[in-house]
């Protein structure tokens, strides 16, 4: 079964006795099920990674190792912003 959550639309089955919930992260029913017939092929195939989400970032590490450089290297030409974003980012 397939439903609409806000603009995606989400897959729902029992899979050997367990209730999944996916986001098929599609906005057209007709590849929601298309993407809903994958999932549960992979699970027939004993692919169970494919319910396994990916570990998050936490906002000190992203801060750290995605945007401090990002401003260093984009915004160098603008000495109010480096001066804000070290302090300012992190609270």
């Not at 029913?29 to 319910?51: P, T």
């Amino acid at each position: 079964m397939i439903y609409k959550k806000g603009r995606n639309y989400m897959a729902k089955f029992m899979w050997q006795g367990d209730l999944i919930r996916k986001s098929t992260r599609c906005t057209s029913a007709k590849d929601a099920r298309i993407v809903e017939g994958k999932i549960r092929s992979e699970l027939a195939k004993g692919n169970s990674g494919v319910l396994e989400s990916k570990a998050r970032l936490m906002l000190a590490e992203f801060l750290k190792q995605d945007f401090e450089p990002f401003i260093k290297t984009e915004r160098k030409a603008e000495p109010h912003t480096l001066d804000y974003y070290p302090q300012g980012g992190a609270h």
